[in-house]
Structures are given as C-alpha cells and as structure tokens.
C-alpha cells in the first residue's frame, strides 16, 4: 500500500519562503510519477507541478511559475517543493499525490495515491 506523508507546512509572511518534502513508502521499482496539488477554500483542488521518475517536469501552474520548484530523490523516495516569494493566494492545504509511469497529467482524477495534505498560510 503506497502512503504519501507531506511535511513542512505552516505560517509564514508574504514574500517569504516554504519548502514542503512528501515521503513515499512503498514505491516498489515501478516508477512512478509525482505531483503537487492545492486546495483552498471554497475552491477547486487545483494543479501546481509534477515530476516525473527521471526527472521530467511538467509545465508549472501559471500561478506558480517561477517562484515554485519541484524535485525529487528516488534514493530517498521523497519529493519536494520549494515555494518563493509565497503570497497571501498561495495559502492552501498542499497535497502530494503519484501515479505509476512517466505519464505527467495535470487532473486529480488521473493520479491514484494521495497525501493527507500540509496547510500552508501567507499572511499579508
């Protein structure tokens, strides 16, 4: 059973910086690609970046570009995200998720594992 445990969220000022980690057990050889989602509220759980096993990356959500990065460590199992220059439209629980092969979609619905989620808060 794959688990997906996301750390590193909290509170933090505009324009300030955040880096969330999600740690992977029980991805076997299958290589699986990983992504980063958000969720704030009242809204839509919306794309931010994903990644695939060899280290392809999707294009960043618009919101995102620029200031986020995405990268991973298969000898760790882990996955991160760094986040600059956060502002006060960035606060949202961050969720990690993966799906088996180098496929990179930007939906949800096409991801099968999922994390509990981290919340994140900029305040202005």
């Known amino acids: 059973q794959v688990q997906l445990v996301e750390s590193g969220g909290g509170l933090v000022q505009a324009g300030g910086s955040l880096k969330l980690s999600c740690a992977a057990s029980?991805?076997?050889?299958?290589?699986?690609?990983m992504a980063w989602f958000r969720q704030a509220p009242r809204k839509e759980r919306e794309f931010v970046a994903a990644?695939?096993?060899?280290?392809?990356?999707?294009p960043y959500a618009d919101s995102v570009k620029g200031r986020f990065t995405i990268s991973r460590d298969n000898a760790k199992n882990t996955v991160s995200l760094q986040m600059n220059s956060l502002s006060p439209e960035d606060t949202a629980v961050y969720y990690c998720?993966?799906?088996?092969?180098?496929?990179?979609?930007?939906?949800?619905?096409?991801?099968?594992?999922w994390g509990q989620g981290t919340q994140v808060t900029v305040s202005s």
């Open positions: 990644i695939t096993w060899s280290g392809g990356v999707a």
């Open positions: 998720a993966a799906r088996p092969g180098g496929y990179l979609p930007l939906t949800s619905r096409e991801y099968n594992y």
């Open positions: 029980a991805l076997t050889s299958s290589r699986y690609s």
